[in-house]
């Protein structure tokens, strides 16, 4: 499993543009048969600074993520929303059973 926290600020007067594109990534990105989970959560003492949190099966599902229009639309919608760059982390992870 490869877990993903991805870092992204945005700029205030964007916050509601900003949150209906992530609800609309985030529903569409669930769906995806590679998709464990897909949520994302705001900084609790820095507004307006956002962390999606995924995790999903494989490389491979990672790969057919990043190629959806879902995905792309995203990720072109918030090019001018945001403050700075977006920072992403990938994280391998196992499960114990």
Do not use: C
Request: charged fraction near 30%; avoid cysteine.
């Amino acid at each position: 499993m490869i877990i993903i926290h991805a870092n992204i600020k945005v700029k205030s007067q964007y916050r509601e543009a900003f949150l209906e594109e992530a609800r609309l990534v985030t529903k569409s990105s669930k769906a995806e048969s590679g998709n464990i989970s897909y949520h994302y959560y705001e900084d609790s003492e820095e507004a307006n600074s956002f962390i999606f949190v995924e995790k999903w099966k494989d490389e491979q599902a990672i790969q057919q993520h990043e190629e959806t229009s879902h995905f792309k639309k995203f990720v072109k919608e918030i090019e001018t929303l945001i403050s700075e760059p977006i920072h992403v982390e990938f994280f391998e992870a196992s499960v114990k059973k």
